[in-house]
C-alpha cells in the first residue's frame, strides 16, 4: 500500500473507529438540567421561531450555536435526539482536525491512537451544548497553524483567521484569544523559519483582519443595542462579580496544580501513563539535541510545541478569574495533543517491536475504558430512564424522582395554562417552556443573585408579565438556596418581584420535595403559582 494510501485508509478508519465510539451517545444526554440545558433547548428552538440572541431573548455565549443547532432541529425534528446528532458531528469533526494536526509530524498510527484517546477522555463541556462549537473551531485553528508551520501555506492562515472568526461568534473571549494567538504565531515561525510574506499577502491580511472585526462587531452591535447597559452585562458576564463564585488567579494556579498531582497519582494506570509521558519527553529531548537531526525539522517541532503550550496557559484563562474546575477543560485539547506530540516524536526512535507494544498498549487502555463507558450507559438505557416527552425521545441519567417530579409538573401546566396563555419560570428553569411548547413572557431567563438584575429591570418584568395577562408561575427549590451567587428570591435578589408575587399570586401545587437546594441537577421540589384574580 502507497503512503497516500495508506493515509486515506487511515483518515476513514479514524472516522469509522469515530462513529463507532459516539453510537451509544446518540441517544443519552447523561443528566439534563432545567437550568442550562433547558436555556440551550429553549433558545435553539426560539432562533428557528425568527427569535434574536440577546434582543429577543437572554444569551450569555456567542449568537452562532443557536443557529447550528436550530438548523438541526429544522431538518431533524425538534426533539433533544437531533442536539446530540448535532453534538455528534462536532465531536467527529474535531476527532478528525486532532489526527490531521498530528499526523503532520508523527506516524499516521499514532495520530489514530492520539485521535481515539481524546474521543474516549477528553472532558466533556457537560452543562452545555455549546462550547463543543468552539472546542471544535480550536482544534481547526491548530490544524491550520501546524500545517502553516510545516508547509508555510499562506492559505491556511487564511482558513485560521476566519475559524477564529467564527470562534468570536461562539464565545468572544476565547475567538479574540484564539486570532491574536495565531498572528503571533504565524510572525513567529516566519522569523524561525527565515520566510516572509509577500506585500501582497501582508495587504491582504490586514484587509482581512480589520473585515473580521468590523463583521464581528456589526453583527454584535446589531443585537444588543437596543438592551440596557444591565442587560448586557447580563448577557456578556466577564466582571469578576458576574460569577456565582469567583478567586485570586495565584490561588486557582494552586489549585490547577493540584489537580493535576491528584490525577497523577490517582491509580497506578495514571502513574504509568505519567511515567511514558516523562519517558517520551526525554528521549525526544535526547534524539533532538544530537547534530545530525535536521536544524529545519527542530524548528518546525519545536513551533508546534510552542504553539500548544500557549493555547493551553491562554485558554484556561476563565478557570483562573471563577475558580470553577470545569472550565479548565477549554485547554484540555491541547494537553492531549502535546501528549501525543511527543509520544508519536518518540516513537519514530523505538524499535518496530516497541512501536507495536506501545501502540498495543494504548489501544487495549482505549478500549477498556470505552467498553466501560459504553457498559455504563447501556444500564442506564431502560424505560424507566427515558424522556418520553414529543421534545425529549432520549435516555437521560437523572434519578427516577426527578423525572416523576418532571412528568408531573409538565403535565400539569399542560393541563391548566390555557393554549393562549404563558406562565413564568423562576429562578432559572427554561427547560419547562421548551417542553411545554411556550415561550418565555420576558426576554429574560434566568433570576439569580449574581444577574445582578436592578430595580428598573424588575418593573419592567413585572409590566411585561401584566401586558401578557400572565395568571401562572412555576418555581423551583433552588429559589431557595444559600449558594454563593445563587441566593433566595424575594431576599437577596429581585426584591421587587418577590413582593409582587406574594401580594398578587397564592400555591396552587407542590410536586415533590419543597426543601433549599443549589444542586445542579437538583433535588426534585416544584410549585406552581396561580393569580389571585386572574386577568
Known sequence: MTSQRFRYFILILTLISGIFLFLPHINFQPALAPGDHGRDLYCFEAVLKGDLPYKDFWWVYGPLM???????????????????????????????????????????????????????????????????????????????????????????????????????????????????????????????????????QKRSLRVLFIAFGVAIFTVYFSLIRNLSLAEIRQCFPYLSSDHPQNAAPVSMLMRWWEAIALTINKDWPNRFFSFIIIMAIVQVALHFNKPSVDSAYKKKI??????????????????????????????????????????????????????????????????????????????????????????????????????????????????????????????????????????????????????????????????????????????SNRALSDYPGLGVLGETYCPVIGKYLNEEFEINRTFGFWVPTSDWIYPPGMRILKRKNPL
Not at 142 to 153: D, E, G, P, T, V
Not at 311 to 330: C, D, K, P, T
Open 302 to 475: 519545536l513551533m508546534a510545541i510552542i504553539t500548544l503550550c500557549l493555547f493551553y496557559f491562554l485558554n484556561i484563562h476563565e478557570f483562573f478569574m471563577s475558580g470553577v474546575l470545569y472550565r479548565a477543560a477549554w485547554s484540555q485539547p491541547f494537553s492531549i495533543l502535546l501528549i501525543f506530540l511527543f509520544i508519536g516524536l518518540a516513537a519514530k526512535g523505538l524499535s518496530k517491536t516497541v512501536r507495536v507494544l506501545l501502540f498495543s498498549t494504548f489501544f487495549l487502555i482505549i478500549t477498556l475504558q470505552n467498553l466501560w463507558i459504553t457498559q455504563a450507559i447501556q444500564l442506564k438505557k431502560n424505560p424507566l430512564q427515558f424522556l418520553d416527552f414529543e421534545k425529549g425521545q432520549v435516555y437521560t441519567g437523572n434519578d427516577s424522582s426527578w423525572k416523576q417530579v418532571l412528568r408531573q409538573t409538565v403535565s400539569y401546566l399542560r393541563d391548566h395554562v390555557s393554549e393562549d396563555e404563558n406562565f413564568l419560570a423562576l429562578p432559572y428553569d427554561p427547560l419547562y417552556y421548551y417542553l411545554c411548547d411556550k415561550p418565555s413572557p420576558s426576554r429574560q431567563l434566568i433570576f439569580f443573585e449574581h444577574i445582578n438584575i436592578p430595580e428598573e429591570q424588575e418593573e419592567k418584568i413585572i409590566t411585561e408579565l401584566e401586558q401578557q395577562r400572565v395568571n401562572w408561575v412555576v418555581i
Open 66 to 200: 443557536p443557529y447550528y443547532y436550530g438548523l438541526f432541529f429544522k431538518i431533524l425534528g425538534v426533539n433533544i435526539q437531533s442536539v446530540l446528532l448535532g453534538k455528534l458531528l462536532l465531536n467527529l469533526i474535531m476527532g478528525m482536525a486532532i489526527f490531521l494536526s498530528l499526523g503532520l509530524f508523527i506516524p499516521l498510527l499514532f495520530a489514530y491512537i492520539g485521535t481515539l484517546w481524546f474521543w474516549v477522555f477528553n472532558p466533556d463541556f457537560f452543562f452545555t451544548y455549546n462550547h463543543i462549537g468552539g472546542i471544535t473551531l480550536l482544534t481547526i485553528i491548530i490544524y491550520n497553524l501546524f500545517y502553516y508551520i510545516r508547509y508555510s501555506s499562506f492559505r491556511h492562515i487564511v482558513q485560521g483567521l476566519f475559524t477564529a472568526f467564527l470562534l468570536c461568534l461562539v464565545k468572544i473571549n476565547f475567538g479574540i484569544i484564539a486570532a491574536l494567538l495565531f498572528l503571533i504565531i504565524v510572525t513567529m515561525t516566519n522569523k524561525i523559519n527565515g520566510v516572509s510574506l509577500s506585500p501582497k
